[in-house]
């Protein structure tokens, strides 16, 4: 069942995908703190049978949702986290562990609707990840300089402390890269990865920047992946669904489990399986 569930939801971001590109050319709107987002532009798409419901929509549903609704905020939170694992989790281990733990939780029990709206957080992570291959420079150097301050400030954590002999990285063309516990250190693999999780918590907060400046460059990056979020969701409103999934408008992953069940052989029973209804 695991298999099943996991299979679908990769033929579902391959589905999503292919919105994407055939969505390239797609007329966009400003992005100001007025627009919503979503079911706003629901009108290019009610003649689309494979992901809107042909019905009527109301003047509410078709106002869309807000940043907030949706929860774009918290999305670009996440992501941007996820640049010092270190800082949120004892060991990358731990950060697996309870990856897994969400996969489970979320995924395998949750209802369809639910599933829709953890594909829409995945497609906006993938958003972002290709917005970070085509970063402007002045993006790149506020990425480059909050990178470089916080590996310092580790080297300022390992100075103080009573072993200033560590070096949690080394410096490569490619960037920085972890190392990982070595045994000539006078210290217990406990002691290490305590201190390792300490100083990269310590260097979270980029104390060798000025306060002013910190900020700044955190809003050039955060500014950044907004934009990005707000252009994608303008281009594919039939994919975006809010945090109050249970009441979305938009139900693409529902659709496509609705496409399923309906090349079955027997279409009633797949879709009570499945949780949904062919309607």
């Known amino acids: 069942m695991a298999t099943e569930v996991l299979n679908r939801l990769a033929v579902a971001l391959c589905v999503f995908l292919c919105l994407i590109a055939c969505s390239e050319n797609s007329n966009t709107q400003s992005s100001t703190k007025s627009v919503r987002y979503g079911v706003a532009n629901v009108d290019n798409y009610v003649n689309n049978d494979n992901y809107v419901n042909k019905r009527g929509y109301t003047e509410e549903e078709k106002r869309g949702y807000t940043e907030e609704e949706i929860g774009i905020s918290d999305i670009v939170d996440d992501y941007i986290n996820d640049d010092h694992i270190l800082v949120h989790y004892r ?16 995924w395998e029990p949750g209802s369809p609707l639910a599933r829709d709206r953890i594909l829409f957080e995945n497609r906006a992570r993938w958003v972002l990840r290709m917005a970070d291959e085509e970063r402007p420079l002045e993006v790149e150097t506020a990425v480059n300089t909050l990178q470089k301050a916080f590996y310092q400030s580790l080297d300022i954590c390992t100075e103080r402390s009573q072993w200033p002999e560590i070096k949690f990285y080394t410096e490569s063309s490619n960037g920085y890269i972890l190392k990982s516990f070595q045994n000539h250190y006078i210290m217990t693999l ?7 999780h300490e100083c990269h918590k310590y260097a979270a907060d980029y104390p060798t920047l000025n306060p002013l400046h910190r900020d700044e460059l955190i809003k050039i990056r955060r500014d950044y992946y907004t934009e990005s979020l707000r252009e994608w969701m303008l281009t594919i409103p039939e994919t975006v669904v809010p945090i109050d999934y249970e009441n979305s408008i938009n139900h693409p992953y529902v659709d496509y489990l609705r496409l ?15 949780g949904i209804t062919l309607e």
């Open 91 to 106: 060991t990358y281990e731990a950060r697996s562990e309870a990856d897994l733990a969400k996969i489970e939780s979320e």
């Open 190 to 196: 406990d002691e290490f990865l305590d201190f390792r």
């Open 260 to 274: 399923v069940c309906l090349e079955e052989g027997d279409p009633e029973e797949c879709a009570r399986s499945e």
